[in-house]
């Protein structure tokens, strides 16, 4: 029981960066956009976030700092790709090489560096009971996450703004004829990525482990970004499958590290799953009779209107 | 000049010839460049950072008639022998693969360049102008499991491991045997997590062994994560691994294994500036201090001390060897006998543990 407690605790840490990330990024995919660069634009938050919580010790200024970093890093992309039409894929790659670089280069003077972790937000009485620990014991950006999957599910399926901006990921030359300014709607949801992007990023030296160190973020930049397809560009899919990568991730070290229970499943099994639960997937997503995945018709599409 | 398939044939001729000219002597020299290729990050304030240090040692020391170059994150397959390549034909004299995953490189890349000094770190294919050199990390891991030994309640410690290659199981075993000397009931789990440098990872599986019972945490990657983790939930303690990580946890770090390259760089670079490098296959450690013990923490007892120095001060002066028998495997099996000591090619293909070490999942 009490393991099994701990171990919620660490796949909840382990979900929550690569949760906020993909949100961001699902915006910016209805939107139409295909951006690439989460990577880059969470470790440029993380750089961010690390020497904001460094010199001040105040962990939301830390979040809000990755929040601009990571937006500010998202607008290089946004200029290239919707005001110069650049290619999508290639800017979305070279923005994480840069964003690798220069969170190096600017972190190059923070090693050896330790900063102090986010404390949970709630009193730590309500959080005395493992129970209750393992429910209110966590920091600002876990439960951000989950009231951000709400939000973003009622702005996209219940507002009229959420369905302009579908619009214009779907057809972006009717919306365009209608009047709505398509790169607009894009610049903003590619912004909302970005500063999504910066706070996950800034969850791993606020949430996981308190130091800066050169690509810290290891990659789970692109598992948000396929998350985002492995959820067919679904709020409440993006949760569950985040919180799946998040557990099989963690349950292959508890696997390791113990005996028991938890060695039944090979750890090697807890390691492949994420391959397989992706592959089982798309098999069922190109199953369905229509055909149709969800994508947005007109995503990575740079738009050139037509008149 | 078009490239007819004569001039292929002769330069392909020649080109092949070279490596059968066999090793030859290396010329004196006014000055020399030196390259440094490293796996991780200069700031990761272990691995990577003790190897950089290393080399502004040599820096300081021979001022102008050294000039050096390194490229970081390298990764260790087919990209090391473009970066060796580049390296090579910047005009180093001498150049240094610091990871074992650059073995493979090195000795494809090094006979094209029959002039240039090679040498390889922790690794085990040698040429006639490729060098190894090595430090014996296990001595300061037998220091580290002595004081386990003394100081854990549960004797369970957890291991993080990169990937299970010798260099790591050797570590692995000094540490298990130096502690079950102390508490013979001890036991390690060793974790692997197939990166040398990915902290969150390194955190995770700290998390994941001090969940399930161990007290005492090593690890043989590159940074201090399992160190803060250990910290942060106020275990028994830790180690720093590569440099002295007591900045992140000044309260958990019980002492730290430093990687002191600079001696050897500084023998190696005087060596090819005086004509007489020759490929070496140096493992050096407590007692050439290319292997230093850092600072024993607040919370070591001084009995503890006294053990660790012990065994500190019996690795210098050669009165004792972690790996002297009788030791047997984790299945029960003797693998040394009483009173024989391994030797350094046993040791450097172990591919075995010790008993004491849970079999890693």
New interface residues.
Partial sequence: MELTLAIIITVVGASTPILIAALGELVVERSGVLNLGVEGMMLIGAIAGFVVQFHTGNPYLALLSGAAAGMAASLIFGFLTLSLSANQTATGLALTIFGTGFSALAGSSYSARPVTLMQPLLPAEIATHPIGKVLFGYSFPIYFAFVMVVVIWYFLHKTRAGLILRAVGENDQSAHSIGYSVLGVRYLAVMFGGAMAGIAGACFPLLLTPQWAERMTAGRGWIAVALVVFASWKPFRLLAGAYLFGLVMTMELYAKAGGGVLSVIPSELWAALPYIATVVVLVLISLRRDASTNAPACLGKPFLPAN | MTLSRRTFVKVGGAAMALPLLGSRAFAQLEKVKIGFIYV??I???GYN?AHNQGRLYVEEHLGDKVETIYVE?VPEGPDCERVLRELAQQGCNLIFATSFGFGDSVVKVAPQFPDIAFEHATGYMSGPNVGLYNARFYEGRAVCGTIAGHMSETGKY?YIGSFPIPEVVMGINAFVLAARKVNPDATI?P???S?W?????????A???I??G?DIIAQHTD???AL??AA?RGIVGGFGQGADMS???PDTQLTAIIDHWGPHYLASAEAVLAGTWAPGDTWEGLKEDVVQMGPYGAKVPEDVVAAAEAVRTGQIDGSFHIFTGPINDNTGAERVAAGVTMTDAELLSMDWYVEGV?Q??
Avoid: C, H, W
């Fill in positions: 991780g990050s700031n990761d304030n950072y994150n957890g789990k974790v692997y997590i990166t440098n990915d902290p969150a990872k390194e955190a995770d599986a998390r994941a062994m969940d399930q161990i940074g201090p994560a803060q983790v942060e900045a992140f946890a849970e890693p999942a």
